[in-house]
């Protein structure tokens, strides 16, 4: 693994992610009703589009292993912390991305069980939710305690930094209720991330030592 690895990984985590959702968004014809979800179920370009988000996800969690390798010296106990919790952030979004591929077709394409989709009765039932509450809050926590880490530590410009942080913050919660609040901030935080990928990929940041923190 190179020193530029890191960064490669982010930068095309983002791509992806940023593909994946501008594709769910304007691609599919969702238009912010549920009863348009059969319509997106039976689409010709509904596994193909999950497929790119798919692939995204363990891209992203590659990315963090080896940041975190690269930088876990320099980096505080929270910072260990928001890790720990982002990375299982992007297993549960994986697990969700999952989910929403395969399972919702079976679901929504059957006319005795589209209700279930159509009326939100899967995300609102208690363990969905609780599914969805879990991401949201392994993803802004982790996020916050990272950033937070990066930021004492000075391993990377502040501003791609805050757009991460408030990026994740803000989508990770608006993320089952998708809209276009969602989809700005899921774009900041990508935004953020490929600022991360791209600072690492210049080599100036290895002539400095990181400062530890305590």
Known sequence: MTQRTPGILLMVYAALMLMFAYL?????????????????????????????????VPIGMLALISLHGKYSNPLSLPGTIGFVLVFLGFFIQGCLLSWEA???????????????IQEAVFIKSPPVAALYISFSIAFSVGFALLGYAWMKAKLFPKAAVIMVMLGAFVYSFAVAFGGWIGLIAF???????????????NPDPYDKAPTVTG
């Open 24 to 56: 769910w968004h304007f691609a599919l014809p969702f238009e912010g009703k549920l009863e348009n979800y059969p319509a997106m179920l039976a689409h010709d370009q509904w596994f193909v589009i999950y497929a790119i988000g798919w692939t995204a």
């Open 102 to 116: 395969f399972l919702w077709p079976i679901v929504g394409n059957e006319s005795r069980s589209a209700f279930l």
């Open 187 to 201: 774009t900041i935080y990508l935004f953020g991330i490929l600022s991360l990928g791209w600072f690492h990929m």
